[in-house]
């Protein structure tokens, strides 16, 4: 399967290079890395490590089976026009926050599938990307169902060795998906410290919070996702990355626009009530990124 990576980043470069021990991949991202990559290969580290060599360019390939989209969530609309002059037979999203894969399917004449990652990646140089934690893809249709083309997709990632689900529920799966990266990303990204802090004290509740306010307005929109389940998610990826420092805290730490717009801001935007936690949250992180523009307009 020719699978082209859009947002050879972090995450899609370390989802590239695993896939490139199977498959024809084209990692589409920035120099210097693409560059690295095209001239000497990618060398993965960590919880596993390979060297593959994989395409690589700035602009997506003529054409491809899949288009794998893991770019940030607010370039999802310039992901979409870049790919409309690619021949694809399936896009698949594996990016955090909601409403990325109905912008990608304004857009594009092919079936575009839902999914959530929870491999843990950081690009530490142009050309390696450390491997810090095991997780899965779970992946479908969009609008839930069984899925032949999602059946044909998950069998290509288990071919290449990624741990891979096929479901039937992913709405709520991306809602699932969602409460957990409201509780983890912007919590761990203002209080500076790694996903492991939010299994104990003041970071546990917090995270808790989050969570539930996530569900409940998961419930509003027609999704049952309880506070239990919400919660537990949450803690359960807390305590099994712990280690790891999530990608809203690597933003921060490299002074990069976040993603709080697709994640706590979108649980803002959607509910019907109050969502106070979401809302500080979002407010603080709009504020971090605002920098001292605020002091110039005063």
Known sequence: ?????????????????????????????????????????????????????????????????????AVKS????????????????????????????????????????????????????????????????????????????ADDVGAAFDAAGVETTVATDMPTRLWEKLAVNAAINATTALARVENGALTAGPGRELAADAARETARVAREQGVNLSNERAISLARRVSRDTAANRSSMLQDVEAGRRTEIDAINGYVVEHGEGTVPVNETLTRLLRLWEAGDEGDEQS
């Not at 991202?29 to 060297?51: K, N």
């Not at 690619?86 to 839902?114: H, I, R, W, Y």
Request: hydrophobic letters at 40%; a negative charge.
């Open 1 to 69: 399967m020719h699978i082209a990576v859009v947002g050879a980043g972090s995450l899609g470069t370390l989802l590239g290079g695993l896939l490139a021990r199977e498959h024809d991949v084209t990692l589409v991202g920035r120099e210097p890395h693409v560059g690295t990559v095209e001239r000497e290969g990618l060398d993965v580290v960590g919880a596993e490590s390979v060297h593959v060599d994989p395409a690589a360019d700035t602009d997506p390939p003529d054409s491809a089976d899949l288009a794998l989209v």
């Open 74 to 149: 607010y370039d999802t609309a310039d992901a979409a026009a870049a790919l409309t002059d690619c021949s694809l037979d399936a896009c698949l999203s594996v990016q955090n926050g909601m409403g990325n894969e109905s912008t990608l399917a304004a857009e594009l004449d092919c079936p575009v599938l839902a999914g959530t990652c929870t491999y843990g990646a950081r690009l530490a140089d142009p050309g390696r990307v450390e491997f810090t934690g095991r997780g899965e893809v779970v992946l479908g249709a969009r609008e839930g169902g069984p899925s032949t083309l």
